[in-house]
């Protein structure tokens, strides 16, 4: 995966975190803290320490020492910061850097290019920077604070798995991966459940379609301009959930009985007719 990203240069990873009213009380967090959440976490996907050289495990005299470089240009960092401002002129025009400034050289940079690109090309976007750890503290502190965090790729990775958990299942959560247009005009893409495959339980029924199914909406979106249609997918998904529909991973300690992957998919295409 870490290739494919790489070698299409889907440098922008887009990942919402929407808790829908169903699922309010699902969530770890108090429904009110939680109820309505709508943000997106923009995590810079091709570059930092994931894939920063030198990198490996090396003996230095008698004992062993793993490396990994931080290492971002400032070209890298003004590309997903200009996506996080795009995104955000769509949706509530408010953006949140997120790095660690106060102890990393990448950092620094990562800030000052974020402001620069601001100041020249995005004013009417209100700007805020928050380092990384305490950005998770307000995520679960009032996670309602932000509409769009953009961040660098082990942050966004941190900060993204733990703002999934806000929503009450990791299987909710959608992702797209975007690079630069193409010839066509539509980005490079690729669009995936942020969860990745369950080996564990294929086959057997059990698995959380939503989540594909709400990339698929975001590809509706992002590379086929049909924001109407991916609402309209969406708003299947919430009105399915607000029947009580629950796949197993959606069970709370109230108990009940989950529907099958097929039975929830069946359900959403009947609401998505239903919407014509």
Partial sequence: LLRLRKEMDLYANLRP?????????????????????????????????????????????????GVNTQRYTESEIARVARSA???????????????????MESGVLWRQVVTEVHA?????????????????????????QFDVIVT????????????????GSLGMLPSASLGAPMANG???????????????????????????????????????DQGDEATRLEKAVEAVLADGLRTADLMGPEGGSPVSTAQMGDAIVKALDASL
């Avoid at 699922?23 to 967090?29: E, G, H």
């Avoid at 995936?192 to 509706?220: R, T």
Wanted: proline share 4%; net charge negative; aromatic share 8%.
């Fill in 120 to 144: 020249a090309e995005y004013s009417d976007v209100e700007l805020s920077h928050m380092y990384a750890d305490a950005g998770a503290m307000q995520l679960t502190r009032w996670p309602k």
């Fill in 152 to 167: 660098d790729n082990l942050f966004g990775d941190l900060l993204s798995d733990l703002a999934a958990m806000l929503t």
């Fill in 85 to 103: 401002f795009e995104l955000a002129r769509r949706r509530n025009n408010k953006v949140c850097s997120m790095e660690k400034a106060n102890v």
């Fill in 186 to 224: 539509r980005p490079k893409a690729l669009y995936e459940p942020v969860h990745g495959s369950a080996p564990d339980i294929a086959g057997q029924g059990k698995a959380n379609p939503i989540a594909c199914i709400l990339s698929f909406a975001m590809a509706l979106r992002y590379s086929f």
């Fill in 17 to 65: 975190a929407q808790c829908f009213d169903a699922l309010a009380d699902f969530s770890s967090l108090k429904a009110d803290v939680v109820g309505g959440l709508d943000i997106m976490i923009i995590r810079e996907l091709t570059s930092g320490v994931y894939f920063g050289e030198p990198r490996g495990i090396h003996k230095e005299g008698n004992e062993r020492v």
